[in-house]
C-alpha cells in the first residue's frame, strides 16, 4: 500500500489516481479543433511521465477507478494505434518518393 506524504498533505496514492483521471481527461479532448485525439506520447509530455507510466495509468488503473471512463479511453487508444500505422505507411511511401 502507498502511503508515502507529498506535499499539501495529498499521499502519494491518491496523487496517482487523480494523475491517471486527468490523463484520461486530456486524452478524450481534441484541443484546439485538432483533428485528431493526443497521443500516449503527448500525454506523457504534457504530465511530465514517461510513455510507459501513462500507459499503465491508463490501461491498468483507470478500470479500477472508473471502469466507464476506462473504455472510452481505451478506444480512444485503439484508433491512434490504428492511425499511427497508417502514418506509418504514409511517412514510407513519401520516404521512397522523394528518393526517386
Given amino acids: 500500500m502507498l ?3 507529498l506535499k499539501g498533505g495529498r499521499n502519494l496514492r491518491d496523487y496517482i489516481l487523480e494523475r491517471a483521471t486527468r490523463e484520461a481527461f486530456f486524452i478524450m479532448n481534441k484541443e484546439n479543433g485538432r ?4 497521443t500516449l506520447r503527448e500525454t506523457a509530455r504534457r504530465f511530465g511521465v514517461s510513455k510507459t507510466t ?3 495509468d491508463l490501461v491498468e488503473r ?6 466507464i471512463l476506462a473504455t472510452k479511453v ?3 487508444l485503439k484508433y491512434n494505434k490504428r492511425m499511427r500505422s497508417k502514418r506509418g505507411g504514409e511517412a514510407i511511401k513519401k520516404k521512397h518518393l522523394t528518393a526517386e
Fill in 3 to 5: 502511503n508515502y506524504a
Fill in 35 to 38: 483533428r485528431t485525439y493526443p
Fill in 54 to 56: 501513462t500507459h499503465k
Fill in 62 to 67: 483507470l478500470p479500477k477507478i472508473d471502469p
Fill in 74 to 76: 481505451s478506444s480512444i
